[in-house]
C-alpha cells in the first residue's frame, strides 16, 4: 500500500476505519497509545456518536415492536453496526440498547431469543 493510500486511511475524521487499520492492517495492538487514542475518539467523532443521537430513551432505535425486524433501522441490527464501528461496549448507551434486547427478546426459560414478545413462564 501506498502512503497517500494509507494516510488517507488514517485520517482522523474517520476512527473507526483508523482503528480498523490500526489493528488490522498495522502492526498495532489495543494497548498502542495511538490505538488507545482512536478508541476514545470512536465515542465522540464520526459516525457512531451520530447513531448513538438517534437512540430512543428506552434504548432502542425505531419502534419497540421492530428491534429486529427493521432491518438495518431497528436496534438489533444497529448495535450490530455499532460493534462493527468498534463502539465502546462500555458506553452506558451501548449497555442500555443491550438490556433493551433482553428485556424484550430473551426467554429465560429456554435461554434463547425471539423476535416477538418475550413469553413469561405461568
Known amino acids: 500500500m501506498n502512503d497517500k493510500t494509507l494516510a488517507w486511511l488514517l485520517q482522523e475524521d474517520n476512527p473507526?476505519?483508523?482503528h480498523a487499520v490500526l489493528t488490522n492492517l498495522?502492526?498495532?495492538t489495543c494497548t498502542d497509545d495511538?490505538?488507545?487514542?482512536?478508541?476514545k475518539l470512536i465515542m465522540h467523532t464520526g459516525i457512531v456518536p451520530k447513531i448513538l443521537g438517534l437512540q430512543n430513551a428506552d434504548g432502542s432505535w425505531g419502534t419497540e415492536n421492530?428491534?429486529?425486524t427493521n432491518?438495518?433501522?431497528g436496534t438489533v441490527w444497529t448495535l450490530l453496526i455499532l460493534a462493527e464501528l468498534y463502539a465502546d461496549p462500555q458506553d452506558e448507551r451501548v449497555q442500555k440498547a443491550c438490556?433493551?434486547?433482553l428485556q424484550h427478546c430473551f426467554?429465560?426459560?429456554t435461554g434463547g431469543f425471539s423476535t416477538g414478545e418475550r413469553r413469561q413462564s405461568k
Open 99 to 101: 438490556s433493551f434486547i
Open 107 to 109: 426467554c429465560p426459560e
Open 26 to 28: 498495522l502492526p498495532k
Open 34 to 39: 495511538e490505538v488507545v487514542q482512536t478508541k
Open 16 to 18: 473507526s476505519l483508523r
Open 71 to 73: 432491518k438495518y433501522q
Open 66 to 68: 421492530t428491534f429486529y
